[in-house]
């Protein structure tokens, strides 16, 4: 679910080429936004047909390809019963933390489709494969910046010498993150009722666009956002530093987060999909690799950006964002690495094959839609 | 918002006999929810235009009406623009666990008109005027049963030796429960977010039809629903004692709740509205006075019931739903008390007269609609 978008589409061409039978479902609702708010990707991608034709002439691995929205019952529950898949991949949602705070029509947006293809996907399961297994992507950000180390998705807590293992209380810094919050309630509701069963990868920020099969053909890239709404903060950072205009950081720049690289994601997602939580469980991971604040992440794109003859400079800006800028950040990842996950660090090397990626389409870079078109003050 | 409700209603004639200016909005889903479910409240009610009649000549109070949905934002928007309310109390939210329960399409409907209507009201406070503060019904029922001490909506939690304080950790025991949890979690976002006020009202189960304007005229009562879907515990058991049919126990009967009286709902919607919390803030209430067990309630109607000449007996049947049968329950409520609620209490006087009530409508009892048509096992 969700298989035209940056992380759906290196995941399908992985499961694929590993012999799994792959479908992919996509309503091109990223790629509407996209072009609504200018924010298009740098590097072209063809639609997911293509996509999947060129995949499959490259690689000889095929998959299903099916175009519609996954917040329809009728068009996703017939989908569901005809694949009848084992396990599925939910990335089927608005990603973009700034365009859910837009205005009321991309808050609701945000809201109605998260929701909603979550709440599909459970009673799907619930009515047509209760065994099947979901992958459901959630994110860091659900957790916030609490003052007390984050565990792995549960927190046991002592009061007045009693003891309840709660899921650990979530608090979350933007609409987008807060539906993520809403979609683990639903999911976790669902396991008691209904004896699903579900693994919540609680993902950080990933990098990178190089996967073992993306890299066959170039129009096999992942979709590589660098604007203010759709892009991450290494992608816009990436940019800045080609386009020679300061790296803009938000505020302080002491936020901290936990980054992983795209081919960890993929491996994440395999290592779930191998190891099935069993019937009735809500299992949870905290899915990243290294802590990155956004002053280190400029050093490091500084640096090496020194090394390629670009001259990067570093900008604070006011923060656009309601969130701190120092915190306290302690979180455990440690169960994906004990099923297996050996990390692909974000060395300078893996930061220089990005730069000079985004070097080779530096003429199709715009430059005035990468300073924060969306405030969380308005 | 819900002004129709079994709240709703006997909340705007008392705001209405107090002087406030008063608009009641409702789009009847629950009068249609109950018809289509055979679930008819006992006494019959008139429509709101005919109630808010019926008040105005009564009592010498109007109140404006308008029928529509409020989780359609066009028609929402325009009336509180117009309208333009200093609070809104939001009771507009499918309201019944078993309803959510049934299917696909009665959770699909709990969750998106529960969601909207909340998202709706937020959005109409931010565009139109920050400065209205939001009363909204909550439930006890969002915190469940954990083992430990349920805390007024907060939960200072020590942890490898540092504190943060989480908004207490929920999870609820019915679809429609968990909508209210979300309700929660995107006001909480919203507060910090918009700086917007809200109080939750974190409310267990009402009990009584009688309030100061409800008794003047007979037309004027609040909904009595006695069904396994409308229906709560109280009214269930009290419509059994006069069926001359056995109370139905799910289960253990240990389930615990904390109860209030009709007259303290609406004491402590005034209460929250003459001390409004303050722009930002997101002020908690757990509103109940008493707690009982569900056998301990059966006692109660028996006991009662027997001083009326009425033979009442009570069967354990097998629960329908998933919830701790025995459990800890230990729950903080000093909040309203501390702001001058005096809690009405259960006292056999007050059964006995809900007793009598419903013995004048005795010829209108279905008693194939009491046993539970909904199983959380299905």
């Not at 109605?112 to 399961?125: E, M, P, Q």
């Not at 890239?221 to 903060?233: A, E, R, S």
């Not at 000079?356 to 003429?363: A, L, S």
């Amino acid at each position: 679910m969700g298989g035209d978008g940056y992380l759906g589409w290196p995941t399908a061409m992985s499961f694929a080429a590993k012999g799994h039978q792959v479908c992919v479902v996509d309503n091109y609702l990223r790629r509407q936004m996209a072009i609504e708010t200018r924010s298009e990707a740098l590097i072209p991608t063809p639609n997911l047909h293509d996509r999947a034709k060129i995949f499959e002439s490259a690689s000889g691995y095929k998959m299903e390809v099916k175009i519609g929205d996954c917040a329809d019952y009728r068009f996703f529950s017939n989908l569901f019963k005809e694949f009848a898949p084992d396990a599925v991949v939910h990335y089927a949602e608005q990603p973009s933390a700034p365009y859910s705070m837009i205005n009321f029509d991309a808050a609701h947006l945000t809201l109605n489709n998260n929701l909603n293809t979550t709440f599909n996907l459970i009673w799907a399961v619930k009515e047509f494969n209760p065994n099947c297994h979901i992958i459901k992507l959630g994110t860091m950000g659900e957790y916030g910046t609490p003052n007390i180390d984050i565990e792995e998705g549960w927190l046991e807590v002592e009061h007045k010498g009693r003891k309840h293992k709660f899921l650990y209380p979530r608090q979350a810094g933007s609409l987008y993150h807060t539906t993520k919050v809403l979609d683990t309630d639903l999911l976790w509701f669902y396991v008691r009722a209904y004896g699903i069963q579900v693994t919540d990868l609680m993902q950080g920020p990933v990098y990178g666009i190089a996967t073992e099969e993306a890299d066959i053909d170039d129009r096999l890239v992942p979709n590589f956002h660098y604007d203010d709404i759709f892009g991450t903060l290494i992608n816009r950072f990436l940019v800045q530093a080609v386009a020679g205009i300061p790296l803009t950081v938000y505020g302080k720049g002491g936020q901290t987060r936990g980054y992983l690289n795209l081919k960890d994601t993929i491996r994440c997602v395999e290592i779930a999909m191998s190891n099935p939580p069993g019937k009735g469980q809500l299992r949870i991971f905290n899915q990243f690799t290294e802590l990155f604040s956004v002053n280190e992440m400029a050093d490091k794109v500084k640096r090496v950006g020194a090394n390629l003859g670009l001259d990067v400079l570093v900008r604070s800006i006011e923060n656009p964002r309601k969130e701190p800028e120092n915190h306290y950040y302690n979180v455990v990842n440690s169960g994906l690495k004990d099923l297996g996950l050996n990390p692909n660090l974000l060395t300078d090397e893996v930061l220089e094959g990005m730069l000079r990626r985004v070097i080779m389409h530096k003429d199709r870079i715009s430059t005035d839609k990468i300073l924060p078109r969306v405030s969380w003050n308005k």
